[in-house]
């Protein structure tokens, strides 16, 4: 059973990534302040649900929500600032964009840097312990299929409809045999040696 609050702060938000383990494409975040009276029984980790449990969460969460943001950080940035950073980058973007402003943030994983001098806790698993938190890894998972998509639609060869630019071995076939395209991460190891 998920948990709603963390903290005794009634403007709690909750933030997530996905796209984390990605080849392609951006990493991106939600961010996400949900009411005291938040329920939605099927609400969980989003990578232990199915993409058609998610796709029907989605309009659920983004209409009970208090507010909520997402944000993508691209390839390049990654790139630039190495994936960790950038997933930190994204929620904090998707913080920023919040209204209210938060008084404590959770986030899952075991690191965050710190943002506008909001408290905040990091929380191993938080996507399977606390509600805001499971909230926004679907927001986050749904919003970054959907610009996968668009982005397969442009480079079909990878199937980044199917794989979302993950590092399955259809995709790696595709690299071999195509090289790579302006969405990849080239700081990633893009081929198994």
Not at 27 to 32: D, E, F, L
Not at 95 to 102: E, G
Not at 106 to 119: R, S, T
Request: charged fraction near 25%; include cysteine; proline fraction near 6%.
């Amino acid at each position: 059973m998920l948990s709603l609050r963390f903290s005794k702060l009634g403007l709690e938000c909750g933030t997530d990534e996905a796209g984390r383990g990605c080849l392609a494409g951006p990493v991106t975040a939600a961010a996400i302040i949900l009411p005291d009276d938040f329920e939605l029984p099927l609400l969980n980790d989003s990578k232990l649900l199915s993409e058609k449990i998610r796709e029907n969460l989605k309009p659920m969460i983004m209409e009970k929500a208090i507010s909520f943001a997402v944000s993508h950080v691209n390839h390049d940035k990654i790139d630039e600032i190495n994936i960790l950073n950038a997933s930190i980058l994204a929620m904090q973007k998707s913080i920023v964009k919040l209204n209210p402003t938060p008084e404590f943030i959770i986030v899952d994983g075991n690191k965050f840097k710190p943002l506008n001098n909001i408290p905040y806790s990091t929380i191993i698993k938080g996507d399977s312990k606390y509600m805001s938190i499971a909230a926004a890894s679907v927001l986050a998972k749904t919003f970054r299929d959907e610009y996968m998509n668009l982005l397969h639609d442009e480079f079909p060869m990878y199937n980044w409809k199917q794989n979302k630019g993950y590092p399955t071995k259809e995709h790696r076939e595709a690299i071999r045999k195509y090289g790579v395209c302006k969405y990849h991460r080239l700081t990633f190891r893009l081929l198994p040696d």
